[in-house]
């Protein structure tokens, strides 16, 4: 019997929009390399890429495969399309995916068929980065030429000698760039050298795709943004969220090994799921998934743990699969859609990407706390399976994805997650939108680049002489961005082309392509000469600035032991280290609610005892956070410090009974242990004044003028709120501020905080205030642009609003909401940083 075959889907509306203005971006980006050929790098990198953010399950691959299959015989030439996905697993799932939806398309395989002769107008090769990018033995054959077929490099340049336009696609763009960006990076740019590039992503704000777009020096100027209601709407991701989270009393969660309880509650929730698919006449087997964390080295398998624990409850073994990275299932693509798998254990690795349609509840036993995480939770369960449509928004239990976490630490990741997907907002913002693009070296064209966001100006100096006109026309045409022939020209002519090309490279080149370097030494005065259209502005001498500023510096590490002493004493005097000695039993709620909807569904009451193997297991961890104190040391501190005071207090205690009080103290109050930290840290950092200001700065030239920045402008590379609150502090007519300069992070002699993880903080601003007895005077100020996400409510960030500078006292946190600047300070019963009053510049001249 012949198989059906899968009906051609028919696009939402969302993806209607996606699809047509993905296309017309290609289009016009088309028509500028046929207008400018000679620049065809330059228009790749700065007008060719295009971001597509979607939530998963929306249908991303779908769009992009009929924005593929639109584009055949709709340009100027034929196009060949290399498709990246980061796992060879979606290899399989996107060829399959396109081969059923976009049949026009000739989908090629480049480890096989690197054949130019007989290529089409629309092909797509599939493949991971490492297919071709990497050192092994198969990408090192398809980059090598032989009789039987050309490299991958050929091939690219044989298409290209023949007419073709090169475009890639990156799916899952998130994903293909972790730590191997840069050769990622420099593979993309020395050898494929795409025409077009679609970027594809389901996170919104992704640092890693960000690092690849600063390595590879591209510029996304169009972005396609679906928001999640969208999706919703159009049956393709469920409703709600629930989460269930095992909650447990002052701390107690790491005291029990209730991961058994979580698998239970998970396992409850997929019988019901299934029950209610029966009563609806659907006969689909739904998926319960269970992620574990990564093998310990020495460790025992969590794979085989959860396994037991799966069985014991009375789940059967052959209804569970499982995929790791060690155990991995050559027909995972396909476990999704076995209905004899009731339950699939996989690792962090194989959470993304992989369409799990029939899945509904997910248990997480792997800790974890960030927004990444979340989000890959919220992609693998709210998929709606095609079959549930037709009622998709009529039954509140299968209209609902749900999540058991053996950590409720973790819901502080998925929560993130759920806020960030309902922020997002559609958005299309392409270049067709207002695109005026300089065709570089050609005087008669026009003079700039539109971008999709403003960004402050930047004007280079026009040449002064005939020897520096030569210099920096000479540069320009070394580095491939004006042509040769511009030497020809008269020099009004080549002063233009010489604005046109600084300037675009300029934008190009505006941000670091790393973000956590070492400490920059500070210019030498009057040893570095200004570059092209920079200049040296002098450190002014008529706003009483200091020579230097106070710079906390990390503990003596002679004086290490003394140190750690001091900290257990501070620890064991603010928590109650003494009345956990005969803690046996802990109470516990179950938690669910809708995480869209913040609705609180139902609470469970819970007594448990207390898990000897469990605390000893935990203690580990406890005390693991500053690498510059050797757990163990601070724990045997510990423990002598409360054998001197049970000893004081008559109390009879053992070695294992004062080593159980202090793991339990340490895991029940670890905000005490690194308050205790933090407080003796403050009274041992040690401070240095040796690094001068610098007496100039150099930027560009230009700079707006600032009655009381320190070197009387507002310093280059502000982002808006660190430059609307400069021109806030310059705006004071009360008289308290003095004068004002940046914190520029890793500079020597910039002043910073040493945090109780050991880290760094450079605060943004160092301002002069009247009256404020600190040394000169000094408040700081740290300025965030995300009051209302939550990024503001990172571990780092509250780590950093709870410092205090050994000189300079209490840091100024702040943040802008309707227009209006907020102080923000740190809620302790809260645990987060919450908004007090209007910032007041006058408050300023207060410690605290």
């Known amino acids: 019997m012949t198989a059906q075959k899968p009906l051609r889907l028919s696009l939402a509306g969302y993806q209607v929009r996606a699809v047509d203005a993905l296309s017309g971006v290609i289009r016009k980006v088309a028509e500028l390399h046929d207008r400018d050929p000679a620049h065809r790098q330059a228009i790749s990198l700065k007008s060719g890429a295009t971001l597509l953010q979607s939530p998963t399950g929306s249908g991303k691959t779908l769009v992009l495969g009929r924005v593929l299959e639109g584009l055949r015989g709709a340009l100027t030439r034929p196009v060949v399309w290399l498709w990246f996905a980061p796992y060879a697993g979606l290899v399989t799932q996107t060829r399959e995916a396109l081969v059923e939806q976009c049949g026009s398309l000739r989908i090629r395989d480049v480890a096989k068929d690197r054949e130019v002769n007989g290529t089409r107008d629309g092909d797509v090769f599939i493949q991971t980065w490492a297919t071709v990018a990497a050192s092994n033995k198969n990408a090192r054959k398809v980059r090598r030429s032989s009789e039987a077929a050309l490299s991958f490099d050929d091939m690219i340049d044989s298409l290209r000698d023949a007419g073709f336009f090169i475009g890639v696609v990156?799916?899952?763009?998130?994903?293909?760039?972790?730590?191997?960006?840069?050769?990622?990076?420099?593979?993309?740019?020395?050898?494929?050298?795409?025409?077009?590039?679609?970027?594809?992503?389901?996170?919104?704000?992704?640092?890693?795709?960000?690092?690849?777009?600063?390595?590879?020096?591209?510029?996304?100027?169009?972005?396609?943004?679906?928001?999640?209601?969208?999706?919703?709407?159009?049956?393709?991701?469920?409703?709600g969220l629930k989460l269930g989270v095992i909650r447990f009393r002052d701390g107690d969660r790491d005291l029990i090994d209730h991961e058994q309880a979580t698998l239970q509650a998970g396992w409850t929730q997929h019988c019901r799921v299934r029950a209610r698919l029966k009563e609806r006449g659907l006969s689909i087997s739904p998926l319960m998934l269970v992620q574990v964390e990564d093998q310990a080295k020495g460790g025992e398998d969590p794979v085989k743990r959860v396994r037991d624990k799966l069985m014991e409850i009375g789940v059967d073994e052959a209804a569970i699969a499982t995929h790791t990275s060690g155990e991995p299932d050559p027909d995972f693509h396909s476990l999704a859609y076995d209905p004899d798998k009731h339950v699939l254990i996989f690792k962090v690795a194989v959470a993304t990407g992989f369409d799990a349609p029939r899945a509904w509840t997910l248990v997480s036993v792997r800790p974890n706390r960030g927004r990444d995480f979340g989000l890959q939770i919220v992609g693998r369960i709210m998929r709606v399976h095609p079959s549930v449509r037709p009622i998709h928004g009529q039954d509140p239990l299968l209209d609902s994805g749900y999540v058991l976490l053996s950590d409720p630490e973790m819901q502080a990741g998925l929560q993130a997650a759920v806020d960030e997907l309902k922020a997002v907002c559609e958005s299309i913002e392409l270049i067709t939108d207002?695109?005026?693009?300089?065709?570089?070296?050609?005087?008669?064209?026009?003079?700039?680049?539109?971008?999709?966001?403003?960004?402050?100006?930047?004007?280079?100096?026009?040449?002064?002489?005939?020897?520096?006109?030569?210099?920096?026309?000479?540069?320009?045409?070394?580095?491939?961005?004006?042509?040769?022939?511009?030497?020809?020209?008269?020099?009004?002519?080549?002063?233009?082309?010489?604005?046109?090309?600084?300037?675009?490279?300029?934008?190009?080149?505006?941000?670091?392509?790393?973000?956590?370097?070492?400490?920059?030494?500070?210019?030498?005065?009057?040893?570095?000469?200004?570059?092209?259209?920079?200049?040296?502005?002098?450190?002014?001498?008529?706003?009483?600035?200091?020579?230097?500023?106070?710079?906390?510096?990390?503990?003596d590490p002679s004086k290490l032991n003394d140190l750690i002493r001091d900290i257990a004493r501070e620890f064991c005097h603010i928590a109650d280290v003494t009345g956990l000695l005969q803690r046996r039993l802990a109470k516990a709620h179950l938690d669910l609610h809708d995480l869209f909807a913040a609705?609180?569904?139902?609470?469970?009451?819970?007594?448990?005892?207390?898990?000897?193997?469990?605390?000893?297991?935990?203690?580990?961890?406890?005390?693991?956070?500053?690498?510059?104190?050797?757990?163990?040391?601070?724990?045997?501190?510990?423990?002598?410090?409360?054998?001197?005071?049970?000893?004081?207090?008559?109390?009879?205690?053992?070695?294992?009974?004062?080593?159980?009080?202090?793991?339990?103290?340490a895991m029940l109050e670890p905000e005490k242990l690194k308050g205790a930290i933090r407080t003796v840290q403050s009274r041992n950092v040690r401070t240095d004044t040796s690094e001068p200001v610098p007496d100039q700065y150099f930027g560009p030239d230009g700079l707006s003028e600032a009655e009381k920045s320190a070197y009387g402008v507002f310093p280059h590379r502000l982002n808006k709120e660190e430059q609307d609150f400069a021109a806030f502090l310059d705006a004071?007519?009360?008289?308290?501020?003095?004068?004002?300069?940046?914190?520029?992070?890793?500079?020597?002699?910039?002043?910073?905080?040493?945090?109780?993880?050991?880290?760094?903080?450079?605060?943004?601003?160092?301002?002069?205030?009247?009256?404020?007895?600190?040394?000169?005077?000094i408040a700081l100020v740290e300025i965030k642009d995300d009051g209302e996400t939550g990024r503001l409510q990172s571990d780092r960030n509250v780590e950093k609003i709870r410092v205090q500078h050994r000189e300079y006292r209490n840091v100024f946190w702040t943040y802008r909401t309707d227009g209006t600047w907020i102080r923000a300070v740190y809620a302790e019963g809260l645990h987060k940083i919450v908004p007090k009053d209007r910032f007041d510049v006058k408050e300023m001249v207060y410690l605290g």
Not at 459 to 482: A, C, F, H, N, W
Not at 733 to 754: C, D, F, Q, S, Y
């Open 599 to 665: 609705e609180l569904q139902e609470t469970v009451e819970l007594r448990l005892r207390l898990s000897n193997a469990r605390v000893a297991e935990k203690a580990q961890l406890a005390f693991s956070f500053n690498d510059s104190i050797d757990p163990r040391l601070l724990k045997r501190a510990l423990v002598e410090e409360l054998r001197t005071i049970v000893d004081e207090m008559g109390i009879e205690a053992g070695e294992q009974d004062l080593r159980r009080a202090i793991d339990l103290a």
């Open 434 to 555: 207002n695109l005026d693009v300089y065709e570089f070296g050609n005087p008669d064209a026009p003079t700039g680049m539109a971008d999709v966001e403003a960004k402050p100006a930047f004007m280079p100096r026009p040449p002064q002489t005939s020897d520096e006109r030569q210099q920096r026309l000479s540069d320009l045409i070394g580095e491939g961005v004006v042509r040769p022939d511009v030497q020809d020209m008269p020099p009004a002519e080549q002063d233009r082309a010489i604005l046109a090309g600084e300037t675009w490279r300029h934008q190009i080149s505006d941000t670091p392509l790393f973000g956590d370097l070492p400490e920059a030494s500070k210019p030498e005065s009057g040893a570095q000469p200004a570059k092209p259209s920079f200049r040296a502005y002098p450190l002014r001498k008529d706003l009483g600035l200091p020579k230097s500023l106070v710079r906390e510096l990390a503990p």
């Open 170 to 239: 990156i799916d899952e763009a998130h994903l293909n760039f972790g730590a191997s960006a840069k050769v990622a990076a420099e593979f993309y740019l020395a050898h494929i050298r795409p025409d077009f590039t679609i970027l594809a992503t389901a996170t919104p704000n992704d640092d890693k795709l960000d690092a690849f777009e600063r390595t590879a020096g591209i510029e996304v100027a169009s972005r396609v943004i679906v928001p999640r209601a969208d999706v919703v709407d159009a049956g393709l991701n469920k409703v």
């Open 732 to 777: 004071d007519r009360t008289g308290t501020v003095k004068w004002w300069m940046r914190n520029p992070e890793n500079e020597t002699w910039a002043t910073r905080l040493i945090l109780p993880s050991g880290h760094r903080f450079f605060p943004d601003f160092v301002v002069g205030v009247s009256g404020r007895t600190t040394p000169d005077s």
